[in-house]
Structures are given as C-alpha cells and as structure tokens.
C-alpha cells in the first residue's frame, strides 16, 4: 500500500466519524495547510461527488495567527449560522465566513457544508465544496498536448474571474491569491475561482513563506511585494498577469521566449516585475493563427500595471475592456486576419466589413478549438489567393502615399474591398 493509499484510508476513517456517508475516492491536491480530497455519497442509487478540504492548525500557530490580527475582509452582516462559538481558531472562522458570503455567486466555488474537530492540540476544519477541475491541471494537459490557449479562450476565462472578483468586490473581499492554483473549470466550461483564506494564513503565520514561495510571489502585486497599502485591484493585477501568461505561451513576463528557463530566470523576471518595470508588449504575437492585437495588449497591460492607480478600478470595468474587445474582434477578423504582414493591422477597423467564413469558425467557440483553428487558416488561405494581387498593389499605393505624408494611411478600406 503506497503513501497515497493510506492517506486516503486514514481519511475514510476520520470522516466516517463526522460524515459516514461520504467515502474518500482519492486525494486531489495538497495544499500549505492540508489536502484536498475527492469524496463521493451514493443516495437513493445516485452517486455524488464532491471535494473534501482538510485544514489542519495546531494551537500555536491558531492563536498566532489571532495575535497578528489576521484580514478580515468580509461583510459583518453575513455571518454563518450553523456554526456556534466553540473556540474555533479565527482563520478557520475567516475562510468559512468569506466562502459563505459568497455561496451561489456564480463564478465562485461554492461551499457545501463545513465541520470542525478540535484533536489534542490540533484544530481541524473539513470543508465539503462542490468538485472542480484545478485550472492548474488543464494548463499542464494543454501544455503537454501542444494546445495553446486561444484568444476567445482567455476573454472567456478572464470575463468569468472578473464576474467573481465582482461579487468579491460587492462584498469587500479581496481574495489577495488569484493564480491559476485558485482556479476551476467546472464540468460546463465555467471557470471559477476559489481557496478563500489560505495564502491570508500563510501570510499572517508565515511572513516568510511569502518572499520564498515562488507560486505565491509570481503573481503578487508591486505594492503588496512593497509593503505597501492596497485594495481590490491587486486580484485584477493577479488575473491580468495570469492572461498574460496564458497569450504568451504559459510564460510569464519577462522569461526568456523561447526554450529552457531556471529558478534563476524565473526570480530575475520576478525582480523585474515587482521593481515595477513595464511588461513587455503581447502585440503581434500569434495563436493559432489570430494575432494578439495592440487594443487587447492594453487591455491586459492595464490591468496589470505597476501603478495600481492606473489599474481598472474595479472587476466590471476589466470585464467590460475584455467584452469590449470580444466584439471588436469579431468584426475585424477580416483585417486582422489578411493583411497581419503590415503594421497596419493594429489600426482601427471598419465595423461593417464581416467575413462569414471566420465569423462562423468564431462562433464554433473554444470548445472545438483546433477546428476553428482549421477553419480560420482555410478563410486566409482563400483570402490570401484571391488577394494575392490586390494586396501588392495596395501596399505599394499605402507606401506612395505614407511616403508623400500628406494624410495617416488608412489601409482598412482598400483591404476590405478586397476581401470582399
Ligand atoms: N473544489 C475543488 N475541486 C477539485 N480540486 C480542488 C478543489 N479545491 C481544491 N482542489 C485541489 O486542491 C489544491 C489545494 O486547494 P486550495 O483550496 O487551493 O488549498 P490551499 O490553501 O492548500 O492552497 C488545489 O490547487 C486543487 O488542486
Ligand atoms: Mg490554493
């Protein structure tokens, strides 16, 4: 029996004291402060499955972790009912209380029932919340299967963390973690976001694990790294740096493009990021096929600027960058996707210009995403053929008229009639 098995049997039996119909299936993730388990309960001949977070303090640390004053950030008026005073350490209380006040937000993992054992000198808390797939685990299949993260797919996994950080927001809570470690996807495609209280733990009892732990460290704001006051927008600051990873081939910041990168890299690119540098620009780059423009570089360069003032304030306002770019694209796939040889194809488009052809592979969405990459290649093959001499002809005449400077070259018009 390996180490895995007797975890699992180990805890069978302790929650067959406090949960007997639920049964551990198999241990989904370790965290900083226990792990997490899948469990099941057949009812009635159906069978349900749920994730079991297992946190673990022991007296020192629950009564340090008071002493420190640890955040709160939680509306008071929404305190949790079935749970009476019984010496239960605060971060517990905190995390129960937060997840609570969140429960049925859409876009939020929501808790299902909770339970408390107190064990010698350790206090532990069993959290029941529904089952979700770990963002982190569809990141590393991706990554081994070769398939890169589409455009439409990074607007949808950012419009869905905004929509959370928006009922955090309306709630006063600042989550202070967003990595893809605290993301979801649930079985319909929803990505949700999760792991309220952990990394406020870890900090409060734990300050140097801040500074060693480089998965907390990478997506953490310049002010927070600064020691410095700050609000909301450092969760917009985390999930905008996590977009930026996901339309720069997994790769955050200021790491090398391209091959092998070391710790090394990774804490210089860190040292740059938190010392406030500019990120560099995603324009330009390619997925399959679609080039990341200049408007959808700003969009994310906004949200994770070193300035938090300069930041979107708040998550609908990110949301509605994100949404606002959605439907430029899709009425621009025709410029953006025939003429990427010249610069112009950051320019502004003409919104009546439509190509069916992409417009139909953009609605087959990112579930299919290898077939819409398929189909979109197709639409500028064709239009590559039909404008093949169009397209020389247009650049030379935006070149005449560049080089005569008499007005700014507006090559959207031209490029669309011939594509047309
Ligand atoms: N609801 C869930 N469904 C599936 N897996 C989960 C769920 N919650 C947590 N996990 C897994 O357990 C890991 C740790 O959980 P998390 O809540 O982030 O705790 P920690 O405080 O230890 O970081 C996650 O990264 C994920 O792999
Ligand atoms: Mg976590």
């Given at each position: 029996?390996?180490?895995?098995?007797?975890?699992?049997?180990?805890?069978e039996?302790?929650?067959?004291?406090?949960?007997?119909?639920?049964?551990?299936?198999?241990?989904?993730?370790?965290?900083?402060?226990?792990?997490?388990?899948e469990?099941?309960?057949?009812?009635?001949?159906?069978?349900?499955?749920?994730?079991?977070?297992?946190?673990?303090?022991?007296?020192?640390?629950?009564?340090?972790?008071?002493?420190?004053?640890?955040?709160?950030?939680?509306n008071?008026?929404?305190?949790?009912?079935n749970?009476?005073?019984?010496?239960?350490?605060?971060?517990?209380?905190?995390?129960?209380?937060?997840?609570?006040?969140?429960?049925?937000?859409?876009?939020?993992?929501?808790?299902?029932?909770?339970?408390?054992?107190?064990?010698?000198e350790?206090?532990?808390?069993?959290?029941?919340?529904?089952?979700?797939?770990?963002?982190?685990?569809?990141?590393?299949?991706?990554?081994?299967?070769?398939?890169?993260?589409?455009?439409?797919?990074?607007?949808?996994?950012?419009?869905?963390?905004?929509t959370?950080?928006?009922?955090?927001?309306?709630?006063?809570?600042?989550?202070r973690?967003?990595?893809?470690?605290?993301?979801?996807?649930?079985?319909?495609?929803?990505?949700?976001?999760?792991?309220?209280?952990?990394?406020?733990?870890?900090?409060?009892?734990?300050?140097?694990?801040?500074?060693?732990?480089?998965?907390?460290?990478?997506?953490?704001?310049?002010?927070?790294?600064?020691?410095?006051?700050?609000?909301?927008?450092?969760?917009?600051?985390a999930?905008?740096?996590?977009?930026?990873?996901?339309?720069?081939?997994?790769r955050?910041?200021?790491?090398?493009?391209?091959?092998?990168?070391?710790?090394?890299?990774?804490?210089?690119?860190?040292?740059?990021?938190?010392?406030?540098?500019?990120?560099?620009?995603?324009?330009?780059?390619?997925?399959?096929?679609?080039?990341?423009?200049?408007?959808?570089?700003?969009?994310?360069?906004?949200?994770?600027?070193?300035?938090?003032?300069?930041?979107?304030?708040?998550?609908?306002?990110?949301?509605?960058?994100?949404?606002?770019?959605?439907?430029?694209?899709?009425n621009?796939?025709?410029?953006?996707t025939?003429?990427?040889?010249?610069?112009?194809?950051?320019?502004?488009?003409?919104?009546?210009?439509?190509?069916?052809?992409?417009?139909?592979?953009?609605?087959?969405?990112?579930?299919?995403?290898?077939?819409?990459?398929?189909?979109?290649?197709?639409?500028?093959?064709?239009?590559?053929?039909?404008?093949?001499?169009?397209?020389?002809?247009?650049?030379?005449?935006v070149?005449?008229?560049?080089?005569?400077?008499?007005?700014?070259?507006?090559?959207?018009?031209?490029?669309?009639?011939?594509?047309?």
């Amino acid at each position: 029996m390996g180490t895995e098995d007797i975890r699992c049997r180990i805890m069978e039996e302790e929650l067959g004291t406090f949960w007997p119909q639920w049964h551990v299936v198999k241990r989904l993730g370790g965290g900083s402060f226990g792990d997490v388990f899948e469990i099941f309960r057949d009812n009635y001949g159906i069978r349900t499955f749920s994730a079991l977070k297992v946190l673990r303090i022991s007296d020192a640390e629950a009564s340090y972790s008071l002493s420190s004053g640890n955040a709160r950030p939680y509306n008071a008026e929404e305190s949790c009912s079935n749970f009476g005073e019984n010496n239960i350490p605060e971060v517990f209380m905190n995390e129960i209380r937060i997840m609570e006040a969140l429960r049925g937000a859409p876009n939020i993992v929501s808790i299902e029932n909770f339970h408390f054992r107190k064990n010698a000198e350790t206090n532990s808390l069993y959290v029941r919340m529904e089952l979700l797939t770990s963002f982190v685990k569809v990141m590393s299949d991706r990554q081994r299967s070769g398939r890169q993260f589409t455009i439409p797919e990074v607007l949808k996994i950012g419009k869905d963390i905004c929509t959370a950080l928006s009922f955090c927001e309306q709630r006063n809570i600042i989550h202070r973690d967003i990595k893809p470690a605290n993301m979801f996807v649930d079985k319909f495609g929803n990505y949700k976001v999760g792991d309220f209280g952990a990394s406020k733990r870890m900090e409060t009892i734990h300050p140097t694990h801040m500074m060693t732990g480089i998965g907390t460290i990478s997506y953490m704001a310049p002010e927070i790294f600064a020691g410095r006051s700050y609000n909301n927008t450092v969760d917009i600051y985390a999930l905008g740096l996590v977009l930026y990873q996901l339309l720069n081939n997994g790769r955050m910041p200021f790491l090398p493009a391209y091959g092998q990168y070391t710790v090394q890299d990774i804490d210089a690119a860190n040292y740059r990021r938190l010392h406030r540098e500019e990120l560099p620009s995603l324009a330009g780059i390619r997925i399959y096929g679609e080039m990341i423009d200049e408007r959808l570089d700003s969009v994310i360069r906004k949200a994770c600027d070193p300035d938090s003032h300069r930041r979107y304030r708040t998550a609908k306002e990110f949301y509605d960058a994100l949404s606002g770019h959605e439907v430029r694209e899709d009425n621009t796939q025709t410029i953006s996707t025939t003429v990427r040889t010249t610069e112009s194809s950051h320019r502004e488009p003409d919104p009546y210009q439509r190509s069916e052809q992409l417009n139909a592979a953009s609605a087959a969405g990112y579930a299919d995403h290898e077939k819409v990459y398929a189909q979109k290649e197709a639409g500028i093959q064709e239009a590559r053929g039909e404008e093949g001499i169009n397209l020389a002809l247009i650049v030379a005449i935006v070149f005449i008229i560049e080089t005569a400077r008499k007005t700014p070259a507006d090559h959207s018009r031209p490029r669309d009639t011939s594509a047309s």
